[in-house]
């Protein structure tokens, strides 16, 4: 069964700091992987999606890395916002294959991140 | 309707009472999921659909059931709640058949059971 841990838990960083979020996985045989952001009380927003075959994706202050091979992903954020407080969540959908969850995902538990001004 | 809706918001309900959160996407996409999410655990699957007429249990089934009549509404039935099955819960959807099989979640239903 495929594990997906996050570290840290939880960070608390100053406005305007880089951050270095951290991701891995157990089974390399992933499909894609997505990084999430939920706000406290509300639905998973999704911020990144990479694909097996890439190795980045990037949006604004956001690049989100895979290492398939070392089951790992980083999501790195650029001059960190108070906006930007909210738990990040990391999740991996397994290879397809037929007669199985095609699109399942499975989530690491998340790391709480709040940038204070 | 945009992208995927859950109904109601928030419940508390009794514990023996059944219970069927409703979910509803507009985007045609062919796979539909519940998830619970609790606290120190995550997001756990509870049961899938692949397309219509099609389900399946995923990691926490036990207590629940689902049907998929259409394409558009995947609807989770507690036979008979009980209190650990006090949760936030979400649907999702996603398009396996797309290269991205990117995944979309809806805004929840927080249920309490007592």
């Known amino acids: 069964k495929q594990e997906v841990t996050q570290i840290p838990a939880a960070l608390s960083v100053p406005e305007g700091e880089n951050l270095v979020l951290n991701c891995s996985f157990t089974d390399s045989a992933i499909y894609n992987l997505q990084w999430f952001r939920q706000d406290p009380g509300k639905g998973l927003t999704s911020l990144l999606l990479i694909q097996s075959s890439q190795r980045e994706q990037t949006s604004g202050r956001l690049n989100a890395s895979l290492d398939k091979s070392s089951g790992r992903s980083t999501l790195y954020i650029a001059a960190s916002q108070p906006g930007d407080s909210a738990t990040y969540l990391c999740?991996?959908?397994?290879?397809?294959?037929?007669?199985?969850?095609?699109?399942?995902?499975?989530f690491g538990r998340g790391t709480q991140l709040t940038v204070w001004p | 309707i945009a992208g995927i809706t859950q109904a109601p918001t928030s419940q508390i309900l009794a514990a023996g009472r059944r219970m069927t959160l409703r979910c509803t996407q507009d985007m045609r996409h062919n796979a539909m999921y519940w998830y619970r999410q609790d606290l120190g655990l995550g997001l756990r699957l509870i049961h899938y659909?692949?397309?219509?007429?099609?389900?399946g249990k995923g990691e926490v089934p036990d207590g629940y059931s689902v049907s998929r009549a259409n394409t558009d509404d995947f609807p989770l039935t507690l036979a008979s709640a009980v209190p650990s099955q006090t949760s936030v819960y979400f649907c999702a959807s996603s398009d396996p058949g797309r290269a991205l099989n990117e995944q979309f979640f809806g805004p929840g239903t927080r249920l309490t059971v007592l």
């Open positions: 999740a991996v959908s397994p290879f397809q294959d037929r007669g199985s969850t095609l699109g399942r995902l499975y």
């Open positions: 659909s692949n397309t219509a007429g099609t389900t």
